[in-house]
């Protein structure tokens, strides 16, 4: 029994598939960054950017200043469908007028598809090849550095525990 084992073990190991997993860290730019941890850090925001969800496919994108002034723009469904290609350069629009601002509150309705949710929640983290390029200011060195960023920091705002 013993004499099987001493061969078993050594083949067995020779056997298994080792699977070798690497991590590439890439960090963002310093200035990027910092204004992501700025932001998340603030309890008084200068303006709030909200992305209400109906279940039948429209969206709502609310904007709101510290005054409390509000701006809402309608993105009515296509096809009984979200339009995630125009919900994502009203969000594009809204990046370039406020870089700083990493943060959209997700509402959506009741019965609103999950699958509808996560790929709004896709739609609003960064931009792509095509969309024009944002620049967040970095403080110290007084130069401009782009940034992929949108609203990487998604809240559900609507949704109560059972």
Sequence with gaps: ?????VVIIPFLLLS???????????PL?????????QDRQKKDRDVTFALNLSKNGDAELVVVD????????????VKGEFNFGLVH??????????????????????GTAYKSIVSMMDQSRSTTKTDPKIFIEDDEKKEKVETQLLFPDVVLANLMGN
């Design 16 to 26: 298994a598939v080792f699977m070798q997993m690497m991590i590439i860290d890439v």
């Design 1 to 5: 029994m013993m004499d099987m084992m």
């Design 89 to 110: 350069r009203k969000l594009v629009e809204l990046k370039l007028q406020y870089p700083k601002i990493f943060r959209l509150e997700l509402n959506p309705a009741d």
């Design 66 to 77: 510290q005054k409390g002034k509000t701006v809402k723009t309608a993105v009515p469904a």
């Design 29 to 37: 730019p310093q200035p990027v960054a910092k204004a992501l941890e």
